[in-house]
């Protein structure tokens, strides 16, 4: 499986030349591409011609907003996240359900329904091709079914909005918003993660990267982790 990270920016920080486009993932493994997220300033520039898929976690303009005029490929979301793009013109839409497990193109894929947003109902995808096995969820709070979303897989790839900043707030008693960098690393570290990359980076890491990158990869060391900070084109190769 091989990762390409064409955007590595949350919506809610102005980039930089290390995190100049807005989240946008491509995973691909024998030959075949798919997509996920696609927000607004991907509009008309999608970075690869010919996905089989574009998988949408949730529907807030930094995930959604690129494919308002439409979409080269299948747009696969679950029914929130399909509501809200209704009047979208998407010719091809594959309806998915947290925790039922689909097929596209040799990848091996499960939604988790993950705590993020009220109005936005939020999913992290468990994508299984070959032997790997990684977790993508760049806007996250809680992930409630966090066991069965990340036990066994190489990596975890999370929400960079929040380093130390709290962005979570609680609302019906349930908790949305952005779950700080070392509180998703206590959660790799209580799943046996060997291996998390941030994505979705927000002002403080766009302001302190180098300081938080290292900060970052000292708690991580300590837990036998070894992570590190995404940035706008960087591929990754797992085995
Ligand atoms: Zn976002
Ligand atoms: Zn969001």
Same mark, same amino acid.
């Given at each position: 499986m091989k990762l390409t990270f064409h955007g590595t920016l949350s919506s809610i920080a102005q980039g930089n030349p290390?995190?100049?486009?807005q989240s946008l993932l491509e995973v691909a493994y024998g030959g075949r591409q798919l997509l996920i997220d696609c927000g607004s300033d991907w509009l008309g520039q !999608?970075?690869?011609?010919?996905?089989v898929a574009l998988l949408l976690t949730h529907a807030h303009p930094d995930h959604i907003g690129g494919l308002v005029c439409g979409a080269p490929c299948p747009i696969y979301a679950h029914a929130a996240t399909m509501e809200i793009i209704a *009047?979208?013109? !998407?010719s091809r839409r594959v309806l998915i359900t947290a925790r039922e497990p689909f097929y596209v193109a040799g990848f091996r894929l499960e939604a988790f329904s993950l705590q993020h947003s009220p109005r936005a109902p939020a999913v992290g995808y468990r994508i299984q091709a070959g032997r790997s096995a990684i977790f993508y969820c760049?806007?996250? *709070? *809680?992930?409630?079914e966090r066991h069965q979303a990340l036990s066994g897989i190489q990596l975890y790839i999370g929400d960079g909005a929040s380093y130390r900043q709290s962005l979570l707030r609680w609302e019906d008693d349930m908790l949305y918003g952005h779950a700080p960098l070392l509180d998703q690393l206590s959660w790799c570290a209580e799943e046996k993660v060997p291996r998390m990359l941030i994505s979705h980076c927000g002002e403080e890491i766009i302001a302190n990267e180098n300081r938080i990158a290292h900060q970052l990869q000292s708690s991580a060391r300590k837990l036998g982790i070894k992570a590190g900070i995404a940035y706008d084109s960087m591929t990754l190769e797992l085995r």
């Open positions: 290390r995190h100049a486009h !999608l970075p690869i011609a010919d996905p *009047a979208f013109p !998407l760049p806007d996250v *709070a *809680a992930i409630p």
